[in-house]
Structures are given as C-alpha cells and as structure tokens.
C-alpha cells in the first residue's frame, strides 16, 4: 500500500519478513517519523511511503533498491544417504561362487 500525500518524501516503512527495518531520508533539518504500526493490509506491503507524493519512476528506484538489499537464504547442502540404513540391502542378491564368495557376500555392491 502506497499512500500519497503533499510534501517532500520523508520516511519510508519497510517490512521484511518478521523484521521491521526502517528506511529514512533528511527532509529539510527533520527526519521523518518512522512507525511500525498500521492496518493488517499496511503490514504486509512492502513498504509505505509515509509523507511525500513519489512518482512511479521513484517507487520502483527505491523497490529495486530494497529487493537487491534483502539477503537471501543459502541454499541447502545435498543430502547424503548412508549405506547402512539403505533399504536395498535388505534384498538378496545373487551368489557369485568363486573363492573368496563368502566372504564377499556381505560386501555391498
């Protein structure tokens, strides 16, 4: 949700996942207030301009500035399988005569 008001552009509300950070710019000699609270609807945006009439053009400089700046989650490490709980052991394999077969037999293979 975007609300547009007259003035300069003076704080900007981001929410991030469960964090709340807070993005500000100098307007004049004040900083903007910045405040976490709102409407169900305004928590889940993105951000909310909270004084300033931005055009489009601003909007999406400052929406692709926030989205380059969201770290992003590692990816997950490949998951490995052991051999000893592997079910396919649990099958019979064929014998294989020979010297040494017996032994081998429970060798995986």
Same mark, same amino acid.
């Given at each position: 949700m975007? @609300?547009?008001?007259?003035?300069?552009l003076g704080a900007v509300t @981001? !929410?991030?996942g469960d964090t709340l950070g807070a993005v500000t710019e100098r307007s004049g000699d004040t900083? #903007?207030?910045?405040? #976490?609270? #709102? $409407?169900?609807e305004e928590r889940r945006a993105a951000f909310r301009v909270v !004084? #300033?009439?931005?055009?489009?053009e601003e909007l999406a400089a400052l929406t692709a500035v926030l989205a380059a700046a969201t770290p992003r989650p590692a990816p997950?490490?490949?998951?490995t399988h052991d051999r000893w709980s592997?079910?396919?052991a649990r099958f019979r394999t064929p014998l294989h005569p020979g010297p040494?077969?017996?032994?081998?037999? $429970?060798?995986?293979?």
């Open positions: 975007t @609300e547009r008001s007259g003035g300069t @981001e !929410r991030s900083l #903007g207030a910045v405040t #976490g609270t #709102g $409407t169900p !004084r #300033g009439a931005p055009t489009d997950a490490p490949p998951v592997d079910p396919t040494g077969a017996w032994r081998a037999s $429970t060798w995986p293979r």
